[in-house]
């Protein structure tokens, strides 16, 4: 069944892009990807009409979104092997191995971590759309280690919350290029999408299209020649902690599209804590995992 979601443009989001607004206003219930969907669709209207994307919204506007009922889910459920760290009725902490895309797109329809949930899982929460059943945060393919899948549309809305609001906890390990001179330090710079290359992320000032993003960090160990960091998430855009480091000289070790040619063939980069308020039972729970092998191999020899 269709639902029909409708809202008024308050004094206070006047000027303000209309893809903008309803990301913001939005976001607890549905991802960009899926608001971008619905606006090509024409399932927004603004006044009784169909807007462009771009419209500008002023104050006293109305906005109705009809979100279709969902669509039955065409990826194949494939028996994958899980790591899963804990479970309940409500939500799975996985532990996600270097190489496994989190979700398909296009060049990756399987043997990504949806694929295994759906073999593992007869129900996923269906908020972040056909291609991403459960899916509330991801990680990089070249990115190992914790992630949250939520079963519910409920548990998904709380603890896509949580990760809006910055109550979260997420802390990775980094081994990175060269010796970092500051014990601890936060890089806090605006990402964007990359117009040489769109598969990319990059800083960028005074762009629209750029959002805050701030990463903190803290020396484990200089090894002479590279350094093993622990990251810790102040916001969460696309590949942040790779694109900051490079940006400050310390490219991720293995990270080859942010600038770190050498043996490993993909970022030495692991999730390795993950903190949050369960939604059922309102207690915080907090999960941690070691780095895999390749990975732990460095940081116990201290040797590339």
Known sequence: ???????????????????????????????????QKLLKKGKVLLNGEIPKRHHIVSAGETIEITVPEPEESAILAEDIPLN???????????????????????????GTLVNALLAHCKDLSGI??????GIVHRLDKGTSGLLLVAKTDDAHRKLAEQFKDK???RVYLALVDGNVELDNGTVELPIGRSIRDRKKMAVKFDDESSREAITHYKVIKRF????????????????????????IGHPILGDEKYGMKGKFKMPMLHAATIGFTHPATKKFMEFSSKPPKEMADVIKSGKL
Request: hydrophobic content about 35%; charged content about 25%.
């Open 167 to 169: 109550t979260t906890k």
């Open 128 to 133: 972040g759309g056909v291609s991403k059943p």
């Open 224 to 247: 002479g020649g590279f350094t093993l960091l622990e990251c810790r998430l102040g916001t969460g855009r696309t590949h942040q902690i790779r694109v900051h480091l490079s940006y």
């Open 84 to 110: 899963i760290v804990y479970e309940d009725k409500h939500l799975l902490v996985v532990n996600k191995p270097q190489g496994m895309v989190t979700h398909p797109a296009p060049g990756n329809y399987t």
């Open 1 to 35: 069944m269709e639902k029909l979601f409708k809202v008024s443009v308050g004094a206070d989001n006047q000027g303000r892009r209309l893809d903008k607004f309803l990301a913001d206003h939005f976001e607890k219930n549905f991802s960009r990807v899926f608001l």
